[in-house]
C-alpha cells in the first residue's frame, strides 16, 4: 500500500504547490483585472472573442473541487488567464501591461519552485 500512500501525497504536496502559487498571483498589485470573471454584459465583444474565458476565482473553484489533475494542468489554466488577457486587450492598455507583468512574475515563480 506504500505505493498507492505515496500517489496520494505527491497530489497533495501538488495541490499545495497550486494553492500558494495562486495565492501569490491574487496577491501582485497586477492582478485587479484577473480576480474574478470578466464580465460579458460590461464588456463588449468578449463572449465571441474569447472561447474559453478563465480568471483566478475559477481557478481557486476548481482547485477546492480537485479539478486539477496534477500542476501541468494547474498550469495551463493560469496561462489560459493571460494569453485570453493578450487577444482581447492592446499590449499599451493598462490591462494589457498587466497581463504581460503577470505572465512574467508566474514564470519566474515557478522557476524558483522546480
Ligand atoms: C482580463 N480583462 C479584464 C477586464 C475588466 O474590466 N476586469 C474588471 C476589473 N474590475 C476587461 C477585459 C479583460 O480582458
Not at 498589485?29 to 463572449?47: E, M, Q, S
Not at 480568471?55 to 489533475?69: G, P, Q, V
Request: contains cysteine.
Amino acid at each position: 500500500c506504500y505505493k498507492i500512500a505515496q500517489i496520494s501525497k505527491d497530489d497533495n504536496s501538488q495541490l499545495a504547490v497550486c494553492r500558494v502559487l495562486l495565492a501569490e498571483l491574487e496577491a501582485h498589485k497586477d492582478a485587479w483585472p484577473f480576480l474574478t470573471p470578466v464580465n460579458h454584459k460590461v464588456i463588449l465583444g468578449y463572449r465571441k472573442v474569447i472561447k474559453r474565458p478563465m480568471d483566478f476565482s475559477t481557478i481557486k473553484r476548481k482547485l477546492n473541487n480537485n479539478l486539477y489533475f496534477n500542476l501541468d494542468t494547474f498550469i495551463a489554466d493560469v496561462n489560459l488567464v493571460f494569453d485570453n488577457c493578450e487577444k482581447f486587450n492592446e499590449d499599451d492598455s493598462d490591462i494589457g501591461q498587466a497581463g504581460h507583468n503577470m505572465r512574467k512574475f508566474f514564470h519566474e515563480l515557478l522557476h524558483l519552485k522546480k
